[in-house]
């Protein structure tokens, strides 16, 4: 007896997966589209067929009169990279590649700025990083200049123009000279994004620190008592600008005080 077994076998399509292939004289692709936007493909010969599109995250799937074009309306594809075209009408199956390229208008900043909270006076203390993308979230690699600007109370707006590269643009900056909160701004074309940046008081110089900025509260400020070889030491957080303390009154003691790196006055008790 003569046993005849059949077999389905199934076929995923992907742009990745196949080989690159010449593109067909029946299936005319454009070499690239910009994402979202409109365009058609060419079809030669009589009879039905069907079109299937196939790129990152999307298939497109449609039933097609052979020698029309075929419309892809505006929005269906949207997501870049590397797109196949299949056309399979009866026993014949033409294939196409094309490349969806990000649009170059940007929609969106994606804006890391950081440290979001540093002491004044630091040379290129502040650092700012941008990624540019299209209205589909695509990261736009075409280089794309980027401007920065960080804004400082009572001083000069410090400026930088970027050209981004591969979708990313970088700069760095100097804290200014007063404390608060500084405006760091990054804008491409037509849209920006905006951080803070609080600027706070570096190394104490006395209870102000060596830009004259008041020295916050919670910086420790140390009481030191030396008397006949024996030596007291109290440690205080600043409050409201001003930091005490209480020591025992040996007769002959010195007493210095000392915040940070900086010194200041020493004073003798004597009981008299």
């Given at each position: 007896?003569?046993?005849?077994?059949?077999?389905?076998?199934?076929?995923?399509?992907?742009?990745?997966?196949?080989?690159?292939?010449?593109?067909?004289?029946?299936?005319?692709?454009?070499?690239?589209?910009?994402?979202?936007?409109?365009?058609?493909?060419?079809?030669?010969?009589?009879?039905?067929?069907?079109?299937?599109?196939?790129?990152?995250?999307?298939?497109?799937?449609?039933?097609?009169?052979?020698?029309?074009?075929?419309?892809?309306?505006?929005?269906?594809?949207?997501?870049?990279?590397?797109?196949?075209?299949?056309?399979?009408?009866?026993?014949?199956?033409?294939?196409?590649?094309?490349?969806?390229?990000?649009?170059?208008?940007?929609?969106?900043?994606?804006?890391?700025?950081?440290?979001?909270?540093?002491?004044?006076?630091?040379?290129?203390?502040?650092?700012?990083?941008?990624?540019?993308?299209?209205?589909?979230?695509?990261?736009?690699?075409?280089?794309?200049?980027?401007?920065?600007?960080?804004?400082?109370?009572?001083?000069?707006?410090?400026?930088?123009?970027?050209?981004?590269?591969?979708?990313?643009?970088?700069?760095?900056?100097?804290?200014?000279?007063?404390?608060?909160?500084?405006?760091?701004?990054?804008?491409?074309?037509?849209?920006?994004?905006?951080?803070?940046?609080?600027?706070?008081?570096?190394?104490?110089?006395?209870?102000?620190?060596?830009?004259?900025?008041?020295?916050?509260?919670?910086?420790?400020?140390?009481?030191?008592?030396?008397?006949?070889?024996?030596?007291?030491?109290?440690?205080?957080?600043?409050?409201?600008?001003?930091?005490?303390?209480?020591?025992?009154?040996?007769?002959?003691?010195?007493?210095?005080?000392?915040?940070?790196?900086?010194?200041g006055n020493e004073i003798r008790w004597t009981n008299q």
């Amino acid at each position: 007896m003569n046993v005849t077994r059949s077999f389905l076998i199934g076929v995923a399509i992907s742009a990745s997966s196949l080989p690159a292939l010449a593109q067909s004289r029946k299936l005319d692709v454009p070499k690239s589209v910009v994402a979202g936007s409109a365009f058609s493909i060419e079809t030669e010969g009589g009879g039905q067929g069907v079109l299937y599109v196939v790129g990152p995250s999307q298939v497109l799937k449609r039933d097609v009169q052979l020698g029309q074009p075929v419309a892809i309306a505006a929005g269906d594809l949207d997501n870049a990279g590397h797109y196949l075209a299949v056309l399979n009408s009866g026993s014949s199956t033409e294939t196409g590649e094309f490349d969806v390229v990000p649009a170059n208008q940007p929609a969106t900043l994606s804006f890391l700025a950081k440290p979001s909270r540093l002491p004044v006076g630091l040379q290129n203390g502040i650092t700012g990083a941008v990624y540019v993308f299209d209205a589909f979230q695509n990261l736009i690699t075409a280089p794309t200049p980027v401007s920065f600007q960080l804004s400082i109370p009572s001083e000069s707006v410090q400026s930088r123009t970027v050209e981004s590269h591969l979708g990313a643009a970088w700069t760095e900056m100097n804290s200014g000279a007063k404390d608060g909160n500084a405006r760091f701004v990054a804008r491409a074309g037509d849209v920006s994004a905006t951080r803070v940046i609080e600027q706070v008081p570096g190394d104490p110089c006395g209870l102000r620190d060596c830009s004259g900025n008041a020295v916050t509260d919670g910086t420790i400020v140390t009481f030191t008592e030396s008397w006949n070889g024996g030596q007291t030491t109290v440690d205080v957080p600043l409050k409201h600008g001003v930091a005490q303390a209480e020591v025992p009154a040996y007769n002959g003691a010195r007493i210095s005080v000392a915040t940070g790196v900086v010194m200041g006055n020493e004073i003798r008790w004597t009981n008299q």
